[in-house]
């Protein structure tokens, strides 16, 4: 008669279901008994670095398998990679990725955490952690570090190997960032550590790692990264094809109206853990797809209001009910379009310019166009001024 399924061999089956990863295999069974004979939680761990200010869909997906760590009992530790993020990830890309200032990274980092907690538990089953803790570290601890990876063993990565073959250039600084995000699971003790399948790389020298410390090697834990609004591209803000989950119910309803229908059965199944709904067509289970997502991260009853949104400005061609204002001063005789564009809507005034030679501006649904660049301000007061598709502002003269 076999043996019956150990409880950490049913917990360890249920926690890595959908994950691509779980390397070694069965070393996560292994890690949860010797935690429960050692009456502790597992440390999982999860490296974020605030390249962007928000977090989008493509994050939640590593997000929701942390949460599902806390729910079995154990510690999640958030590095927030605010020194990571100055090195710059190249995981993925063919050219040097550019870099953040020191504020635009700081203002980013302090966004991550209160978002996070929309997906996460904010008990004491969180750590979070700024890895700036432990790698703004003396030069002989830096030299420690590197003796601990070779070269050729860096040069194993996809990525790297593609550039150096072509000739590209890679910076030291990129060749040192796997070799720092594995210091952070020495840092934190990590026992398990997540990462989209494009980290696997960097996840796997983690325990190269910490063995060179003397640590227990973590276990590899990778997830299926999501293609974005586009269809053929990993979502990333970047990349201009994400949907984040701070954005209003309108936003997160729209652009999931804009997904291929290709994508729906793949965020159904990697966003929400289930399998897309039968017997409705395209554009129905599209409709309730974002009505889902929409809720989820807007709140309740936000997938309705934002179908209703959705509808009066895309079928019924009007626009929405409630419009936010925006005012304007008028010092002189005339208002600069671009300014007043880039202070209503966010964006810079080159941003504006480029919108109004594009076509992408209307006035009481007019468009404007590269000659409309200054108007006067009595035709601006009370105007529906409009940016895009979605976008909407109601112009009122200050004073």
Known sequence: MADPISEAARTAAYLARDAVDCLPEGALAQRLELAERERRPL???LGID?????????????LRKL???QDAGHVVVLIIGDYTARVG???GRSATRPLLSGEEIDANARTFTEQAARVLRTDGSLEVRHNSEWLDMPMEGLFRLVRTVTVARLLERDDFAKRYAAREPISLLELLYPVLQGYDSVAVRADVELGGTDQKFNLLMGR?????YGQPEQIVLTMPLINGTDGARKMSKSYGNHVGITEPAEEIYGKTMRIPDELIAEWHRVLLGEPAPEGLGPRDAKRALARTLADRF????A???GEA?????FVDRQAPEEIAEHSFAANGAAVFMPELIAAAFGGSRSDARRLLAQGGVRLDGMPLGPDDLELAPERLDGALLQVGKRRFKRLRRAG
Do not use: C, N, W, Y
Request: aromatic letters at 6%.
């Open 208 to 212: 190269d790692v910490q063995t060179a």
């Open 309 to 313: 949104h959705f509808d009066r400005v």
């Open 303 to 305: 997938g309705a209001a």
């Open 50 to 62: 605030p390249t962007a200010p928000d977090i989008h869909l493509g994050h939640t997906v590593v």
């Open 298 to 301: 807007a709140g309740e009853g």
């Open 43 to 45: 440390r999982v761990k």
């Open 89 to 91: 990830d190249p995981s």
């Open 67 to 69: 949460r599902e760590f």
